[in-house]
């Protein structure tokens, strides 16, 4: 099950489970279209995978099955990401 994280790990743009800004990689690092389109470029920061709208949890699935309170908050470490994204960003995800 998500843990619908309700903020972008990046810059802590609030997403709640019924925004449809946001994007998730496979292991749900959460972020917003706006960081996507400007920076990201389908790119997880933390694990090179892609990135995928995430569903919406319906409101009535929402009292037995909540969104998470944690908050991930960590803004990316441009010069470290930028070259790790100019290496991967060209490569289908399929194939990373
Ligand atoms: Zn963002
Ligand atoms: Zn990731």
Redesign the pocket.
Known sequence: MLEIRQNCENCNKALPPNSTDALI?????TWCTECNDNLLHNV??????N?EKRPIRPKKELDSNPATDKVVYKPIDMNKYIPMRERIKSIPPEHR
């Open positions: 990689c496979t292991y749900e690092c997880c920061p933390n694990c090179g995978g990135l």
